[in-house]
């Protein structure tokens, strides 16, 4: 690391501030919208925003709060911190902003949104603004099922999906892949499964970027990341990762519900939540250690060593978005994969098809990524390079980059929610465009640590507690069911509802 670089770092932890000098720097500006004003960390160029309602704002403030009384040490930053240090970052525009289910990350926090002008030569792309599991995302299935209908078969259709889709950590695909396979997988996207015969045409619409970033590049992918990624093709993975059974409960907007072919109460759905597995993982990996250096030997100052990063225009900058948008690429080829084994489960459980179960896909969103897209900033159209880590694209009705099916309802937004609680469709909002760069949040938001949960909770309660609530499962490992237990989580409707009431 360069000298002004290391300045940079210390500067905050030689001038130890109080939690009352700390909260003078937040101010609340909206009902459900506080500000983070110049000056909580040295060398924000822009301020920060985050939405919070009432009942969950008090976990990011005792988060503050620890934070402070341990003097900072222990190398953890709480997620006001880090999305005050993203405004630090060269060519930011706008603010560097939190959606409501935010809470620390690596470099960003998860829930962290900030844009780069794409026109200042000094602008830069970070790895840590993308997050390890590159393009995770969500892809909403609807049926023409009902509650009743799955009910007397709920067991046997379980474990029907848990035997055609392979999960937990280094599952292995049952899709055939080759080397040459994987390379045009990562340049095609979903265009490949189109070929390939695992999607259908309509699939390929009703996905974020339909399906496909064209800038991506197999040959910027690393060898070893090739290598964990040729297996995985197909497969669900671990963490926060699922399938899930789902039913219709509540419908807000008929119309809107019913131009995503969701009809009526009962009916029963499909979110897969899955990413890029190893092969992201590994193409984040091999990028920071490259921006590590390209950082120091660029002059870029750094406030935080994780927010390493490259000027966009720059060698580094150019070869990680290709890398990155190949691992994109795959991420929807996993997501159609696993969709084409999930109807392939459902009609043998069913005695059917896809087709006459109606097992059309509503909408594919990413929620860890970076996009070159066109928003307005200080009454000017700018090309901004977008960086969404946990936090989703959600554009309003009429924008050219959604499909013609929801040119009047807007984006569809899906927000999964956690085991035992209820998932959202959302639309994206006039508001959120220019208020937040088209994005809104993208799940509960973890409010426990992976270690914390383990701890806390034994897997007999956590397992008899979804019992309870009628609700079959299907897992790889024991330890994930504590990780992911509801408890873990913030409350998924209450990080909806900030959400609606900021207008996002």
Same mark, same amino acid.
């Not at 179960?357 to 970076?370: E, F, G, P, Q």
């Given at each position: 690391?360069?000298?002004?670089?290391?300045?940079?770092?210390?500067?905050?932890?030689?001038?130890?501030?109080?939690?009352?000098?700390?909260?003078?720097?937040?101010?609340?500006?909206?009902?459900?919208?506080?500000?983070?004003?110049?000056?909580?960390?040295? /060398?924000?160029?822009?301020?920060?925003?985050?939405?919070?309602?009432?009942?969950?704002?008090?976990?990011?403030?005792?988060?503050?709060?620890?934070?402070?009384?341990?003097?900072?040490?222990?190398?953890?930053?709480?997620?006001?911190?880090?999305?005050?240090?993203?405004?630090?970052?060269?060519?930011?525009?706008?603010?560097?902003?939190?959606?409501?289910?935010?809470?620390?990350?690596?470099?960003?926090?998860?829930?962290?949104? #900030?844009?780069?002008?794409?026109?200042?030569?000094?602008?830069?792309?970070?790895?840590?603004?993308?997050?390890?599991?590159?393009?995770c995302g969500v892809r909403?299935?609807?049926?023409?099922?009902?509650?009743?209908?799955?009910?007397?078969?709920?067991?046997?259709?379980?474990?029907?999906?848990?035997?055609?889709i392979p999960v937990g950590?280094?599952?292995?695909?049952?899709?055939?892949?080759?080397?040459?396979?994987?390379?045009?997988?990562?340049?095609?996207?979903?265009?490949?499964?189109?070929?390939?015969?695992?999607?259908?045409?309509?699939?390929?619409?009703?996905?974020?970027?339909? /399906?496909?970033?064209?800038?991506?590049?197999?040959?910027?992918?690393?060898?070893? #990341?090739?290598?964990?990624?040729?297996?995985?093709?197909?497969?669900?993975?671990? /963490?926060?990762?699922?399938?899930?059974?789902?039913?219709?409960?509540?419908?807000?907007?008929?119309?809107?519900?019913?131009?995503?072919?969701?009809?009526?109460?009962?009916?029963?759905?499909?979110?897969?939540?899955?990413?890029?597995?190893?092969?992201?993982?590994?193409?984040?990996?091999?990028?920071?250690?490259?921006?590590?250096?390209?950082?120091?030997?660029?002059?870029?100052?750094?406030?935080?060593?994780?927010? #390493?990063?490259?000027?966009?225009?720059?060698?580094?900058?150019?070869?990680?978005?290709?890398?990155?948008?190949?691992?994109?690429?795959?991420?929807?080829?996993?997501?159609?994969?696993?969709?084409?084994?999930?109807?392939?489960?459902?009609?043998?459980?069913?005695?059917?098809?896809?087709?006459?179960?109606?097992?059309?896909?509503?909408?594919?969103?990413?929620?860890?990524?970076?996009?070159?897209?066109?928003?307005?900033?200080?009454?000017?159209?700018?090309?901004?390079?977008?960086?969404?880590?946990?936090?989703?694209?959600?554009?309003?009705?009429?924008?050219?980059?959604?499909?013609?099916?929801?040119?009047?309802?807007?984006?569809?937004?899906?927000?999964?929610?956690?085991?035992?609680?209820?998932?959202?469709?959302?639309?994206?909002?006039?508001?959120?465009?220019?208020?937040?760069?088209?994005?809104?949040?993208h799940g509960a938001g973890?409010?426990?640590?992976?270690?914390?949960?383990?701890?806390?909770?034994?897997?007999?309660?956590?397992?008899?507690?979804?019992?309870?609530?009628?609700?079959?499962?299907?897992? #790889?490992?024991?330890?994930?069911?504590?990780?992911?237990?509801?408890?873990?989580?913030?409350?998924?409707?209450?990080?909806?509802?900030?959400?609606?009431?900021?207008?996002?």
């Amino acid at each position: 690391m360069s000298s002004h670089v290391k300045e940079n770092a210390m500067a905050e932890g030689m001038f130890k501030k109080s939690f009352e000098e700390e909260s003078k720097y937040i101010e609340k500006v909206g009902k459900v919208t506080y500000k983070i004003k110049q000056g909580f960390v040295p /060398g924000m160029k822009v301020p920060g925003y985050f939405y919070v309602n009432d009942e969950i704002k008090d976990l990011l403030f005792q988060e503050l709060n620890q934070y402070v009384k341990s003097g900072g040490s222990g190398g953890f930053l709480p997620a006001m911190k880090q999305i005050a240090n993203v405004a630090t970052l060269p060519g930011i525009v706008g603010a560097s902003m939190g959606m409501p289910d935010l809470h620390s990350g690596y470099g960003f926090c998860i829930g962290n949104v #900030a844009a780069f002008d794409m026109d200042d030569p000094s602008a830069v792309v970070s790895p840590g603004g993308v997050g390890f599991d590159i393009n995770c995302g969500v892809r909403l299935l609807r049926t023409n099922l009902t509650e009743k209908d799955v009910l007397p078969i709920k067991e046997e259709l379980t474990q029907s999906l848990f035997d055609h889709i392979p999960v937990g950590v280094g599952s292995e695909g049952v899709i055939p892949t080759s080397s040459k396979d994987l390379d045009a997988a990562l340049e095609l996207g979903i265009d490949w499964s189109l070929r390939e015969g695992y999607a259908w045409a309509e699939d390929k619409e009703h996905c974020e970027e339909y /399906g496909r970033m064209l800038n991506a590049d197999p040959t910027k992918v690393s060898s070893r #990341a090739k290598k964990r990624g040729l297996p995985q093709l197909g497969t669900l993975g671990a /963490g926060n990762h699922y399938l899930e059974v789902q039913v219709v409960d509540d419908i807000y907007d008929k119309w809107a519900a019913s131009k995503m072919g969701i009809e009526k109460k009962g009916q029963i759905c499909v979110l897969i939540h899955s990413g890029s597995r190893g092969l992201g993982h590994q193409v984040a990996t091999d990028a920071l250690q490259l921006m590590e250096k390209a950082s120091a030997s660029d002059h870029i100052p750094l406030i935080d060593r994780q927010l #390493a990063c490259a000027r966009i225009h720059s060698q580094e900058g150019q070869d990680y978005l290709a890398s990155m948008a190949a691992a994109a690429n795959y991420a929807w080829v996993n997501r159609q994969s696993m969709t084409f084994l999930t109807r392939q489960a459902f009609a043998k459980a069913f005695n059917s098809t896809p087709d006459d179960l109606d097992m059309h896909v509503i909408y594919d969103v990413s929620h860890n990524i970076a996009k070159v897209e066109e928003h307005m900033v200080d009454g000017k159209m700018k090309n901004l390079l977008v960086h969404r880590k946990g936090a989703t694209r959600a554009f309003p009705p009429h924008h050219p980059l959604i499909p013609v099916d929801y040119q009047f309802t807007g984006q569809p937004v899906l927000i999964g929610g956690t085991m035992g609680t209820c998932s959202y469709v959302l639309t994206g909002t006039e508001k959120g465009m220019y208020e937040t760069f088209g994005s809104t949040c993208h799940g509960a938001g973890r409010a426990l640590s992976r270690n914390k949960s383990r701890h806390n909770l034994s897997y007999q309660d956590v397992l008899d507690n979804l019992k309870s609530k009628g609700i079959s499962i299907r897992v #790889a490992s024991p330890k994930l069911v504590m990780e992911e237990a509801p408890e873990s989580y913030k409350d998924v409707t209450q990080v909806v509802d900030t959400c609606h009431t900021a207008g996002i």
